[in-house]
């Protein structure tokens, strides 16, 4: 991962999807490997830097049930997609956990042939009740995200009437259930970066992966500005002076450090710092059925519209494939050399 690897070193020469003709190589020899699916574009926060209330007020035209893929049409999909190399499928939203019986839909992709792990993005706040039936079903790990431990900040952060509690309450009834749980934090200077010692403390003492992510200028909506962006190095070494930490290498986007006393890891995502776009394998799915290429896309292909004018798998599989093949986007790499000026879809939208 990071950017010093090069687009000819994603590919192991011995890896099967190179020689044998499936091709779900894209235009940089980039394979497919990780599948992101938005399974609604509703959220019960309003995190200012995802959906600001201001733009995502009572009058937001969310989209209709009608319009969204059936859990059916997501597991199809999932199918297409495991056949052209991905083993990773990471659920999302959106606030995933207001889709109904959403443990239905993780039984049917963890039976998936070809995937490997399941995982699921959550805030936390339907977590408590969900937890042991996603666990049952068959999930993996999750992923909460959580920017403060400070009840008041909290609050403000995520613009929910949700206490932290109730958090809090759902990542131990995550973790009770079975499930290894990770904490994704977005630190922004001057916003919550003091609470930074905090988070790690309270997920050390509970064995879960403290994940700090760079604020990213997703969207067109969030009002980003690059002087909130707290650099990963310098999250790491504010980290380190406390708790001396080593690093143990780098998996998928995170690059990964254990606390030297043995007390676990953390992590580090530094999409802004150091653009992993070389060894980006990931496709994203919108509750509609929108294949985006990359998180800062602005345009996806309708595979919904594929599905439903009665498609075979092979016809599925090959449109998957087909745009796969064309996919040559590295935004992060080129932020700021006016790689894109035009409006990008909201990440609550395209699946964060
Ligand atoms: N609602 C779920 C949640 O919050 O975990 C899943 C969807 S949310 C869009 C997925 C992740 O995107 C969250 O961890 C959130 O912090 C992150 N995110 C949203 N906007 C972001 C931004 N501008 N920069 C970095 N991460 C962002
Ligand atoms: Fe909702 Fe997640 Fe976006 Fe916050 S980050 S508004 S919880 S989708
Ligand atoms: Fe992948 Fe696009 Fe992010 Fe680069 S900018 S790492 S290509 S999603």
Redesign the pocket.
């Known amino acids: 991962m990071g950017c010093s690897g090069t687009y000819d070193q994603v590919m192991d020469a011995t890896d099967p999807l190179r020689d044998n003709g499936i091709g779900a190589l894209d235009k940089l020899s980039r394979p497919l490997r990780d599948l992101r699916v938005s399974v609604t574009d509703r959220c019960n926060f309003r995190c200012p830097y995802c959906m600001p209330r201001e733009l995502f007020g009572p009058d937001h035209a969310f989209l209709p049930r009608s319009e969204l893929l059936s859990f059916e049409e997501i597991a199809r999909l999932v199918r297409a997609f495991a056949s052209l190399g991905v083993s990773k499928v990471r659920l999302t939203g959106g606030e995933p956990l207001l889709r109904r019986d959403l443990h239905v839909l993780v039984a049917t992709i963890a039976a998936t042939p070809g995937i490997e792990d399941l995982a699921l993005t959550t805030n936390g706040s339907l977590l408590a009740n969900q937890a042991q039936a996603l666990s049952d079903a068959g999930l993996k790990r999750i992923t909460v995200s959580l920017d403060s431990l400070d009840p008041e900040r909290f609050r403000a952060l995520a613009d929910t009437k949700v206490p932290l509690e109730t958090v809090l309450g759902g990542i131990a009834a995550a973790s009770a259930a079975g499930l290894p749980v990770k904490l994704n934090t977005v630190l922004r200077r001057g916003v919550n970066d003091n609470g930074l010692l905090d988070l790690v403390d309270f997920a050390r003492a509970r064995g879960h992966t403290l994940r700090v992510i760079e604020y990213m200028d997703v969207g067109t909506t969030n009002g980003w500005v690059r002087d909130e962006v707290v650099p990963s190095a310098e999250v790491r070494e504010r980290v380190h002076a406390v708790h001396p930490l080593e690093p143990i290498g780098d998996e998928g ?1 995170a690059e990964r450090w254990r606390f030297a006393d043995g007390t676990g890891e953390m992590g580090f995502v530094s ?1 802004v710092s150091k ?3 070389a060894t ?1 394998t ?1 496709a994203r799915l919108t509750a509609v059925g929108e294949l985006f290429t ?3 896309a602005t345009t996806g292909t309708d595979l919904r519209a594929v599905l439903r004018s009665g498609a075979t798998d092979e016809e599925l599989t090959a449109a998957v494939r087909g745009r796969w093949a064309i996919r040559d ?5 080129q932020r700021g050399a006016g790689a894109t000026d035009l409006p990008k879809p909201e990440m609550s939208y395209l699946g964060g």
Not at 329 to 333: G, P, V
């Open positions: 986007t999409s653009p992993f776009c980006c990931r990359c998180l800062f986007d590295r935004y992060s790499e």
